[in-house]
């Protein structure tokens, strides 16, 4: 019964900047983590950057500097602000979250759907 979705990917030029958010909703005791993780065609998929319930925030080294992560518990969002984007930024990126459903429950974690991102040259 936990959804997390995402939205805001699309198409931009390189250099140019896009913000991500995904939403978590249904039967949520508590939310731990959250991050974004990205998938290129071929190639693994790879962490982004992370965040924990008190805002500490943990990146790649390939987007430091550039994409910022953050989050919302009151609305139970996380985001990324991706800036000074690049061609290699082309990936379809998933959210996920690490949560308990209810008090009884071991924290698991969530997976979005994936937004795709794509950056033109």
């Known amino acids: 019964q936990v959804q997390l979705v995402e939205s805001g990917g699309g198409l931009v030029q390189a250099g140019g900047s896009l913000r991500l958010s995904c939403v978590v909703s249904g039967s949520i005791f508590s939310i731990s983590g959250m991050g974004w993780f990205r998938q290129a065609p071929g190639k693994q998929r790879e962490l982004v950057a992370t965040?924990?319930?008190?805002?500490?925030?943990n990146y790649a080294d390939s987007v430091k500097g550039r994409f910022t992560i953050s989050r919302d518990n009151a609305k139970k969002t996380v985001y990324l602000q991706m800036s000074s984007l690049k061609p290699e930024d082309t990936a379809v990126y998933y959210c996920?979250?690490?949560?308990?459903?209810?008090?009884?429950?071991?924290?698991?974690?969530?997976w979005g759907q994936g937004t795709q991102v794509t950056v033109s040259s």
């Open positions: 996920n979250s690490d949560l308990r459903s209810d008090k009884y429950s071991t924290t698991a974690r969530y």
């Open positions: 965040i924990t319930s008190i805002g500490s925030t």
